[in-house]
């Protein structure tokens, strides 16, 4: 007899179970998972560097395809990053606008994400109904921009499209159907046993773990970690708009399950109260075409977390440099956390359960050993504390 | 009995999904042609896990030089006849990433393409379209055979 132990199976860049390329090589004994590798860089697109060879308006179009899912939260860190830099106050109703779109796409993404979590753990009558139920969200970014993925509703200054009385009628009669659909989905998430049999105690991130490995968003919610940019550092109209940030301590897929299906509540309280409150007036303010010297930093709550972006400007109509952390990666470590210890066939609704984006998220950093205070150099833990208290104390924050 | 073969590949196009560095928004859209709104199944098209088993292999992205290899691999272990469907802008020529350092810009610089589907992304209805409309090639290719 063959004494298998700690086998290796390389799951990826294609597999049945995944739905982008990525390579995941988990060593086995028996069934157990003993440990998990991750390989990314297969969507490497190179974004980054292409930023920096357009101009600010062609870079709203390039930015907004970073990601195909939640590209509206990408396009929103780069005006805010550019607007903080020409500092230029933008019209009430456009941050109303903008808000709207936020939490339109989180509605999406959400159903999106429960479709392919049911389709992961074999439960495909889950994914026909969330996504038909999305298409319903996707018919109002239709109606009021024009495309159903990628807007083009963001611009420097503003927006570029105004809601009109029609648009917000049909808006608040779609969100009374969602909001059954949202309660039928509730109801389930907890009681259906497909759901609970394979989601309940599968991929634990205990809340400790979750801290120290930086998740973000449901995952880290679904953790006990109490994080949500939207009331943290309010963007957009979220400092004007009430909701609550829906948290579980069972720390496993079923979790992040149920965050996210009580997250679709909120959102459609949040669209709901910002089409009652929608204020008057521009939708636009002036932008010129350069950017004066300059650095920001923004930070978004995307629909899987926290989504950073970075810029600096050198006073012309081009980016100097450009940094994008998207939440998955963020969220990528804690994989190989949850994996431990689990069954190879809870592989893929673990993995689904971050909800992975991984067009999103390749980007490549090249360090190079330097001296303190020259390019290069690494900061570790307490220098790093220590630069960015001094950093937001000269500069202040995007909120002045 | 070729027509019954045709006849047979015609009523069951079986289709392999592949990302070659898509931002996602094509791959949605592709997804979104399987649900009952739209309902690509209607034609007989099943979404498959395995190269081995799919007649048409639908390419999204402008194919990163990782995964330029890779999706030479995948097309070889497609059985014969296959056929190609590029979506979206980036699938057919590069799109917006056009002049990356690592992006081979375009599906048909790696594999031969039969088909494309513009739009960034393209809408659910025009990937059907497109389907139908190779599949209505097929049917005449199978013509100018005999």
Known sequence: MIWLANVKIPIGPQHPALKEPENFTITLDGEKVVDADIRIGYTHRGIEKLIETRNYIQNLYLIERICGICSFTHTQNYVQN????????????????????????????????????????????????????RELVQDILEFISGNRVNYAMNTIGGVR???????????????????????????????????????????????????????????????????????????????????????????????????????????????????????????????????????????????RGEDIHYLRSNGTDKPE????????????????EMLKGTYLADVPIIVAGIDPCMGCMDRVLVLKEGKENQPGYLLDWEHLRRYGIQWYAEKGGRIQ | MTGIVTWARLKSPWILHMNCGSCNGCDIEIL???????????????????????DI????????????????????????????????????????????????????????????????????????????????????GDKNDK
């Open chain 1, 82 to 133: 550019v607007e903080t830099i020409l500092n230029i106050q933008i019209p009430r109703r456009a941050e109303y606008i903008r808000t709207l779109f936020l939490e339109l796409e989180r509605l999406h993404s959400h159903l999106l994400w429960m479709g392919v979590a049911g389709h992961e753990i074999g439960f495909d009558t889950l994914f026909m109904y969330t996504w038909q139920d």
């Open chain 1, 161 to 303: 499209r105004d809601i009109s009385e029609d648009q917000k009628k049909k808006i608040l009669e779609t969100m009374i159907y969602l909001e059954k659909r949202a309660a039928y989905y509730k109801e389930v998430a907890v009681n259906e046993k497909t759901i609970l049999a394979r989601c309940q105690g599968v991929g634990i991130l205990k809340p400790e773990i979750a801290l120290k490995l930086s998740a973000v968003g449901p995952t880290a919610r679904a953790s006990g970690v109490d994080v949500d940019i939207r009331r943290d550092d309010p963007h957009a109209a979220y400092a004007d708009t009430p909701f609550q940030v829906i948290t579980t301590d069972t720390c496993d897929v079923f979790g992040r399950f149920v965050v996210r299906v009580l997250e679709l509540f909120e959102s459609i309280n949040i669209i709901r109260h910002l089409m009652n409150n929608l204020p008057t007036g521009e939708i636009k303010a002036k932008a010129p075409r350069k950017v004066p010297e300059g650095e920001a930093i923004s930070h978004t709550e995307a629909p």
């Open chain 1, 321 to 336: 440099r450009y940094k994008v952390r998207t939440p998955t990666m963020a969220n990528l470590l804690s994989i190989s």
């Open chain 2, 32 to 54: 979104a042609t399987l649900i009952p709104r739209l309902d690509a199944e209607r034609f007989g098209v099943l979404l498959k896990g395995t190269p081995r088993h799919a």
């Open chain 2, 57 to 140: 292999l639908v390419c999204t992205g402008p194919v990163t030089t990782q995964m330029k290899e890779r999706l030479k691999r995948i097309y070889d272990q497609m059985p014969e006849p296959k056929f190609v469907v590029a979506v979206g802008q980036c699938g057919s020529s590069g799109g917006i990433y056009q002049g990356s350092y690592c992006v081979e810009g375009g599906i048909d610089k790696v594999i031969p393409v039969d088909a494309y589907v513009p739009g960034c992304p393209p809408r659910p209805d025009a990937i059907i379209d497109g389907l139908v409309k190779l599949l209505a090639k097929i049917k005449e």
